[in-house]
Structures are given as C-alpha cells and as structure tokens.
C-alpha cells in the first residue's frame, strides 16, 4: 500500500514539473561592445490548457524583453510584445529571424560556450529556469534545428 501511494506522488510532481518542457535553448556569442544579445528555443505545453511566457529575467541582462520581427515594406524591425501564447498540447518556438527573448543591456559580451541563466515566467507554469547555450558569433540558424 505504502508503494501505490509513493508511485501517485511522484507521478503527480512529474507531471506538473513537465507542465511546460523547453528544448533547445541558445543563443550567439556577441561582438565587443554589444548592449543586447537574443535567446533562442521552443516551449512545448504538455498541458490541456493553452499557457503564455509573460515574462523572463537573466542575472546576465538588465532586462529581458519578449520580441518579435516584422516586414515593414523590405526592412526587418524588432517590436516589443507582451509575451507569447503557447497552444493547449502545442509548441512556440523562438528562432532566428522569428520572436526572440532580447537581453537588454548585457552585463559582459556573451562568449562562446558560456551557459546564460535566464528565468522564464509563465502564466500558468509559473518560472521555469533555464540556460542558453551561447553558440559561435555566426552560429547558422539551422544549427539544432537540422534533422
Ligand atoms: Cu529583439
């Protein structure tokens, strides 16, 4: 009996744990004097409800905006935006030329195979701690992403 209730518990913390599952997390070394720098990777909610990233912070940024890229005429512009929705049992993803956590003011230029910190908020999840891999100053945006 003692064994049956043990099994419910952990599989109650695993799935609230697994709530929301982020893969792939990165981001690009930086050239000296850079003040931002942008992370990269895709959200997955395991969950029947849908959820949304409202906010992340980095002891390596002053700050950690949500963005995203849009064509105004041929020019490429970042736009701030109030986080992202994450689909009931599906995926946002966060790429290169597409929506990107922007670290703001940057304390030191990110450097090739350092580990970023960055705390994800969500609304329902709650935070979820993770680290961006930093990849070579002109990383492809492919890397990772190939199969
Ligand atoms: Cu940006």
Same mark, same amino acid.
């Given at each position: 009996?003692?064994?049956?209730l043990?099994?419910?518990f952990?599989?109650?913390?695993?799935?609230?744990?697994?709530?929301?599952?982020?893969?792939?997390?990165?981001?690009?070394?930086?050239?000296?004097?850079?003040?931002?720098?942008?992370?990269?990777?895709?959200i997955?909610?395991?969950s029947?409800?849908?959820?949304?990233?409202?906010?992340?912070?980095?002891?390596?940024?002053?700050?950690?905006? @949500?963005?995203?890229? *849009? +064509?105004?005429? #041929?020019?490429?512009?970042?736009?701030? $935006?109030?986080?992202?929705?994450?689909p %009931?049992?599906?995926?946002?993803?966060?790429?290169?030329?597409?929506?990107?956590?922007?670290?703001?003011?940057?304390?030191?230029?990110?450097?090739?195979?350092?580990?970023?910190?960055? @705390?994800?908020?969500? *609304? +329902?999840?709650g #935070?979820?701690?993770?680290?961006?891999? $930093?990849?070579?100053l002109?990383?492809? %945006?492919?890397?990772?992403?190939?199969?």
């Amino acid at each position: 009996m003692r064994w049956l209730l043990l099994l419910v518990f952990a599989a109650a913390a695993f799935s609230a744990n697994a709530q929301v599952q982020i893969e792939n997390p990165w981001s690009r070394a930086t050239p000296p004097g850079a003040k931002v720098a942008a992370g990269y990777l895709v959200i997955r909610n395991r969950s029947a409800a849908p959820d949304r990233l409202v906010g992340a912070s980095s002891p390596a940024a002053a700050r950690v905006e @949500t963005h995203v890229i *849009e +064509k105004q005429g #041929e020019i490429l512009r970042m736009r701030e $935006v109030k986080g992202y929705e994450v689909p %009931a049992k599906g995926s946002f993803e966060l790429r290169p030329g597409g929506p990107h956590l922007m670290l703001v003011d940057i304390k030191a230029p990110l450097k090739e195979g350092e580990r970023v910190p960055v @705390t994800l908020k969500f *609304e +329902k999840a709650g #935070e979820v701690k993770i680290e961006l891999g $930093v990849r070579a100053l002109g990383a492809p %945006a492919s890397k990772g992403h190939a199969h």
